[in-house]
């Protein structure tokens, strides 16, 4: 299974990406909302891990765009972000994204989300 890592700190890209893998996902890292919109569009992740705070355009944008289009509208995005407030929360889920996460990233919450979303959307668990 494939995942698309939006995440413009390079710490935790790093850090999110090495667990993930060790969990047997393909992960590719993006550092910014346009480089996220090209490599979904490239490599046509199973799931979208988005950061919301990114430079070019905001991880709210980015999810809009990605919903928006039909090669990309079916990916499951959950919304990794330190805003944790409720406006947040409804704010992404309006952009479009199907689970939203608070930082810093409970690991074992995270891999349960995913697993239930990869289940649903394909049919297969992590």
């Not at 996220?36 to 046509?44: D, G, N, T, V, W």
């Not at 289940?119 to 992590?126: I, K, L, V």
């Amino acid at each position: 299974m494939k995942l698309l890592l939006v995440e413009d700190n390079a710490a935790n890209a790093d850090m999110l990406s090495r667990r993930l893998r060790r969990r047997g996902f393909d992960v590719v890292v993006a550092g910014d909302g346009m480089a996220a919109l090209l490599h979904a569009r490239r490599e046509s992740p199973d799931l979208i891990l988005m950061d919301l705070s990114l430079p070019e355009i905001d991880g709210f944008e980015a999810t809009r765009r990605l919903k928006a289009s039909a090669a990309t509208a079916q990916t499951p995005i959950i919304v990794l972000t330190a805003h944790a407030m409720r406006s947040d929360l409804e704010k992404a889920q309006a952009a479009g994204c199907d689970e939203f996460e608070t930082k810093p990233v409970d690991f074992d919450r995270l891999m349960a989300k995913i697993e239930a979303i990869l289940a649903q959307t394909t049919g297969h668990s992590a």
